[in-house]
């Protein structure tokens, strides 16, 4: 991220927005005020720094959270400023100690983050609408299908009640679940037609299913946390993010802890890969060979599976820098 003249820190909470802004030298400049979190409170509050400090020599920087900080986020493209939406982790681990909290505060230790650490950051920017529609689409599908595996739960309580009660809640549940599996087929057709509707995105999709143990519900969700495969530049650091990527543990003489993957991932994407790599070793003889091998040297399950998981991001990356679809050479051999 370049060098601004400023640095905006933005404590986002549901109702409104603590704001404070720094100079290059760490003095505050405009001091902490709270606004509305509204869209014509934000875009005219933004429209009024443009006119103080003279241009947009500057940066925002918000925690990403979530839906609160979507709006923020949407005002700030609109009015083509800079903005950098910051890990909540990062920033939490950055504080060191402290005593006290307040939105104020908040703020203001935002701001300090983004001018200090200026040259690691990179400036954010709102998913593509068909993204933002698919990832509201496929969170509404998780919630179906969580909903489904509920009530698909009451057959362990038919010991354990009298008939009548028993045939009540039988029908009831019949009834709702009947309701949930038509409205997830709703949601699987319109995020399909979501994909479809746009020429790269279908092909990119039916690319990585050509990959053995990748599905429609892993091709969904790799499309939705790369971006379209634009957010992740290498299989490399996909797997980093998803957390099937092993990190030495050593220092010195003394510590010599074994390689392992970091707990800081994302844990839908990294069930969905192991998933992904259960079946890939049943489909792909390769995959499987691979398995039986480090199996009989003593490996773990878990840790083979992380492997195969890894191989399989690999393949995703090639066949998308190719734009052709995968092919199993194991077919072709002798």
């Known amino acids: 991220m370049k060098k601004y003249s400023h640095y905006i820190g933005v404590d986002v909470s549901?109702?409104?927005?603590?704001?404070?802004?720094?100079?290059?030298?760490?003095?505050?400049?405009?001091?902490?005020?709270?606004?509305?979190?509204?869209?014509?409170?934000?875009?005219t509050f933004f429209l009024n720094i443009v006119k103080q400090l003279g241009d947009k020599d500057f940066v925002v920087a918000f925690e990403n959270t979530g839906v609160y900080s979507s709006l923020l986020a949407c005002t700030l493209e609109e009015l083509d400023i800079d903005y950098c939406q910051l890990s909540p982790l990062d920033l939490f681990l950055s504080k060191g100690l402290s005593r006290g909290k307040s939105d104020k505060i908040d703020a203001y230790r935002i701001a300090q983050y983004t001018l200090f650490n200026r040259m690691k950051l990179s400036l954010s920017q709102n998913n593509p609408a068909?993204?933002?529609?698919?990832?509201?689409?496929?969170?509404?599908?998780?919630?179906?299908?969580?909903?489904?595996?509920?009530?698909?739960?009451?057959?362990?309580?038919?010991?354990?009640?009298?008939?009548?009660?028993?045939?009540?809640l039988t029908k009831s549940s019949k009834s709702i679940l009947n309701?949930?599996?038509?409205?997830?087929?709703?949601?699987?057709?319109?995020?399909?037609?979501?994909?479809?509707?746009?020429?790269?995105?279908?092909i990119d999709y039916e690319l990585v299913q050509s990959i053995p143990g990748i599905g429609p519900q892993i091709a969904t969700y790799l499309i939705i946390v790369t971006r379209g495969f634009s957010k992740f530049k290498s299989a490399k650091k996909l797997a980093c993010y998803a957390g099937v990527a092993p990190f030495p543990f050593q220092s010195g003489t003394s510590i010599k802890g074994r390689t392992k993957v970091s707990p800081f991932a994302d844990k839908k994407l990294k069930s969905l890969l192991i998933i992904g790599a259960l079946n890939a070793k049943r489909a792909d003889r390769e995959l499987n060979n691979y398995y039986l091998k480090k199996e009989s040297e003593g490996k773990n399950p878990m840790l083979i599976l992380n492997n195969i998981a890894n191989k399989i991001l690999g393949r995703v990356y090639a066949v998308i820098n190719r734009q052709q679809p995968y092919i199993n050479t194991q077919k072709f051999a002798a």
Not at 181 to 191: D, Y
């Open 14 to 43: 549901k109702l409104s927005l603590d704001l404070l802004a720094l100079n290059s030298s760490n003095e505050i400049v405009i001091s902490a005020c709270t606004i509305a979190n509204k869209t014509r409170e934000t875009k």
């Open 179 to 202: 309701n949930l599996e038509k409205n997830l087929k709703l949601i699987e057709q319109a995020i399909l037609a979501t994909i479809k509707s746009e020429r790269q995105l279908k």
């Open 130 to 168: 068909s993204i933002e529609k698919l990832k509201v689409l496929h969170s509404q599908r998780e919630k179906i299908v969580k909903s489904i595996k509920k009530y698909k739960s009451n057959k362990e309580l038919e010991a354990f009640l009298p008939k009548e009660m028993l045939k009540e």
